[in-house]
C-alpha cells in the first residue's frame, strides 16, 4: 500500500514490480478548525493587518524551515511577487533551524515588515483562513495533508510535483502544479499566483467541484472503506 500513486510507481519500479501490485489508499483528512484556541492568534494577526493596512491580498505557507521545504524559495518569490504587486502580505507558519536564516534573508531583501512569521502553532485552520493563496515549495513530499486542508476551507493552492502534490487538487480549478520541485520557477509561480488570487475574489467559498474531489478522495471514511477493501481482497 502507498499513499500516492507517484510513490506507488517509485516502489514498482525499485521492487521491480508491476503497479498492479500495489493498491493507493489517500490520507484520510479532518477540516481543519479555524477558530483559535486562544485570543494570541488573533492579536498577533490583528497587529499584523494594523502594520500593513495596505494589502489587499495574504499569500501563506505552512511548513518546518529546513531544506527540504525549501524556505529560502518562499522569500524569494515573496520579494519577486512584491515587486509587480505590493499590496500583498504574506504569513509563513512553522519553525525548523533555517527559520532565523530566512527571516534575515526577508531583512537583507527588505521585506522584513510584509511577512508574518507566526512559528510553531496548533492553530493552523486559523492561519490558512486568513489566506487568499497557499503555496508549497517542497524538494521532497510523501502526501502533504496541508494542501488538502487550505483546500477543505476555501484556499487555493500552488505546489511544486514533489511525492504526490500533484494528486491533492484539481490543477486549474483549486491549484496549479510548478514545472519543477528541485528548482523553483519564480516567474510562474508569480503568474500563478496572480491567477488565483483573481480566481479567489470570484468565489465565495469552495466551488462544489473541489469539495466532491475532496470528499471522494480525502475523508477518513474513503481511507478505511479503501483499506478494508484492500485487505479483505487478499487471499488468506
Known amino acids: 500500500m502507498s499513499n500516492n500513486h507517484c510513490v506507488t510507481r517509485h516502489y514498482a519500479d525499485w521492487l521491480k ?3 498492479k501490485h500495489f493498491q493507493v489508499v489517500y490520507n484520510g483528512v479532518l477540516p481543519p478548525s479555524t ?11 490583528q497587529q499584523f493587518t494594523q502594520k500593513t493596512q495596505d494589502a489587499d491580498t495574504t499569500i501563506g505557507g505552512v511548513f518546518r ?6 524556505p529560502f524559495a ?8 512584491l515587486q509587480h504587486h505590493p499590496a500583498t502580505r504574506f504569513v509563513l507558519v512553522g519553525d525548523g533551524d533555517l527559520r532565523a536564516e530566512a527571516q534575515k534573508r526577508a531583512e537583507q ?15 493552523v485552520g486559523y492561519w490558512l483562513q486568513k489566506m487568499n493563496v497557499f503555496i508549497l515549495f517542497s524538494r521532497y513530499e510523501g502526501l502533504p495533508n496541508v494542501l488538502i486542508e487550505a483546500q477543505m476551507v476555501g484556499v487555493p493552492v500552488i505546489s511544486t ?3 504526490g502534490s500533484a494528486e491533492c487538487f484539481i490543477e486549474g480549478v483549486s491549484g496549479f502544479i510548478l514545472d519543477d520541485a528541485q528548482t523553483v520557477n519564480l516567474d510562474q509561480a508569480c503568474r500563478y499566483a496572480e491567477k488565483l488570487v483573481n480566481l479567489w475574489r470570484s ?9 466532491s474531489f475532496l470528499q471522494e478522495r480525502f475523508t477518513v471514511e474513503h481511507m478505511v472503506g479503501t483499506f478494508v477493501k484492500t485487505i479483505a481482497s487478499q487471499p488468506r
Not at 468565489?203 to 467541484?209: S, V
Open 17 to 19: 514490480l508491476e503497479a
Open 35 to 45: 477558530e483559535p484556541s486562544s485570543e494570541v492568534p488573533h492579536k498577533i494577526w
Open 65 to 70: 524551515f529546513v531544506g527540504d521545504k525549501n
Open 74 to 81: 518562499w522569500i524569494d518569490f515573496a520579494a519577486r511577487y
Open 109 to 123: 531583501l527588505g521585506i522584513l515588515e510584509r511577512i508574518l512569521f507566526v512559528g510553531v502553532s496548533c492553530d
Open 161 to 163: 510535483p514533489a511525492g
Open 203 to 211: 468565489r465565495t467559498g469552495i466551488c462544489q467541484q473541489t469539495q
